[in-house]
């Protein structure tokens, strides 16, 4: 067989009698370029059509807009965390009401007081992890449930290791509502809102710093003893720890309303329920479905699969899997940041908190003392210190009031949490993170360092509280500041 020529066929179509047979062709060969072209267009529309369109999680957010969910959780993040203050700084209170019932030394009273910091320290790292596995909201209804369980339990108890033993297991709890809650609330929020929201939460730290001793105030004013046993009785101070607890569980209560988080669950392969929770917030922002804003599908997130499905698994490869996300933190280039930043924060700690919790002690200690004989801190510590460890002096009447003044002295320092926050926002804009930061703390190590030679009242109180003050303010700000540091996804 010969083969095909090509020459031929051209030659054939340049020939003068074979024009009326070309147009044709050259029409059709038009006509069907046409027609392809009209195909392709046309076809991802088609597409699109069958597929809806996905949306990103954070623009489905700008859509809804800001509403009555993003309310919900502002509060609800809120009274958890009064809950966290009222079950940790709480104990500054109760350490000084319970000495006569459980016959507490200064070092039984810093046990007392460091027990639920303890689990807090121990468990943080656990609960966080579990709520990335399992879900922030469950992770927050059973701890919340399950530490004020324990908190009613720890009221009952008679003797002071069965009580600093609950509140070790209380601290082990509320870990969970500590070291998720920022997380919960900035996932119902836009990235615009997400700084605002979390400043406005930090504001109920500062509530929590005044319900303390303003719940204190009024009842342990109250004088009264219920004998229920030889060696038990119920005082207005086991009263006040039931008082305490009604922040958490208004939020629990909340809680039982509110959906999962459905970034959480985007991340989790739940596209379905994401878009569920998605549509609830939309609901009840505007009182419309999400199609009819024209969502029909979530777009997934970028995830860590195998890492969020390994709660099966025994509990040896569960610290296996956090060890592996653990270990790029002391490895260059993390370790000098996440170092810097670990002391920094304990510091910051060791101040607001460490020392605030002795705060009502020394200011009761404070009330005592006479305009004639004024005493520095240093001597009122040294002088309780003696009073609380002479133990073979049986014949020393036990004491556990606590004065007006220190009441109010703690009051005043919970509202000055709360200007504080109210007020950072605009200081951070004036002079930038890192100058706060910075000038806070010079300014509270000037307070510090005075209060051992200053001896007027008013003096002391004002010193002690900007002391304690400006590290508290700075933990969030320095919390901030560690996201950017160390990226919180290594992967």
Known sequence: MAPHNNFSDIKLAIEPNSHKNVAPSVENIENSSSARNAKEISAPSTSQDTQPLQHDYDTVLDIIGYGRTQWLMLITSGLLLMMVINETM???????????????????????????????????????????ATGRRRILLFATFGGSLCALISMFMPS???????????GCFIAGPSSTIYAFLGEFHARRHNALAMNYASLFVGLGMTYVPAIAWLVLSMDWSLQLSDSFAFRPWRLMMI??????????????????????????????EALAAANWI????????????????????????????????????????????????????????????????CGLFFSSNGMGLWFPEIQNRLSMTTAE??????????DTLNDRNDLTNTSKVCVDEISDKSYIDSISMGLCYV???????????????????IGSLLLSTVCGVTLFWLRN???????????????????????????ELVPTHLW
């Open 90 to 132: 709480g104990m500054s209170i109760v350490t000084i009401a319970s000495q006569c019932d459980f016959a507490t030394t200064s070092g039984d009273k810093a046990i007392m007081s460091a027990a639920s910091f303890a689990g807090i320290v121990l468990f943080s790292y656990v609960w966080g992890y579990l709520s990335d």
């Open 160 to 170: 002071f290791w069965y009580f600093v033993f609950m509140r070790f297991v209380v």
């Open 243 to 272: 008082v305490n607890l009604l922040p958490g569980l208004i939020a629990a209560c909340i809680l039982l309303m509110l959906p999962e988080s459905p970034k959480l669950l985007l991340s989790l392969h739940k596209d379905e």
């Open 282 to 345: 939309c609901k009840c922002n505007t009182g419309k479905d999400l199609k009819q804003l024209g969502v029909k599908k979530l777009k997934p997130e970028r995830t860590m699969v195998d890492k969020v499905h390994i709660t099966s698994k025994s509990c040896f490869q569960t610290v296996k899997h956090i060890w592996q996300e653990t270990r790029p933190l002391v490895h260059r280039p993390y370790v000098l940041n996440f170092l810097l930043s670990c002391v920094t924060m």
């Open 373 to 382: 004989n004024p005493e520095t801190i240093c001597q009122i510590i040294i």
């Open 419 to 437: 200007v504080g926050y109210l007020l950072i926002g605009g200081i951070i804009k004036l002079f930038g993170r890192k100058a706060t930061v």
């Open 457 to 483: 009242p008013t003096a002391i109180v004002v010193s002690f509280i900007v002391f304690l003050t400006l590290p508290g303010l700075c933990i969030s700000l320095l919390g901030s500041g560690v996201v």
